[in-house]
């Protein structure tokens, strides 16, 4: 037996808007919310335990202590990566500099609140 990503929790100044943000970026809706003011998006169809893991975005007013140990990776499935640059620039992420050289094949890019993630190179079928 093994375990598998069923959610990940991402904690938020606005969950709200980190909310919004993530559900374009991903195609997934709300699928709940929580008295705590966390919010679980996911995909449409399927929601919790589908293939696919939910983003939990839960309110959190504590700084960010520094580099993140975890990101997420994204790939477009509908379009070229420049596209998908494009769309994901146009939904409010901005270009993250991590020290990367510039010949990498994958951009790195910050959501709304400075979290960074990649957007890859290679089209994935849609899920």
């Not at 990940?8 to 993530?22: N, P, T």
């Not at 991590?98 to 910050?110: F, T």
Request: hydrophobic share 35%.
């Amino acid at each position: 037996m093994a375990c598998r990503i069923t959610e990940l929790v991402i904690d938020a100044a606005d969950a709200e808007r980190l909310a919004v943000f993530w559900s374009k970026v991903l195609g997934y809706v709300e699928l709940g919310r929580e008295g705590d003011g966390s919010i679980e998006i996911g995909p449409p169809d399927t929601g919790f335990g589908g293939p696919q893991p939910t983003l939990v975005l839960s309110p959190s007013s504590d700084p960010r202590p520094g580099k993140l140990r975890l990101h997420i990776d994204v790939n477009a499935t509908d379009r070229d990566q420049d596209a998908e640059l494009e769309r994901l620039l146009a939904l409010g992420a901005v270009p993250a500099d991590v020290g990367q050289s510039g010949n990498e094949s994958w951009h790195v890019l910050a959501d709304p609140e400075g979290n960074e993630f990649c957007l890859l190179r290679t089209r994935c079928r849609p899920v």
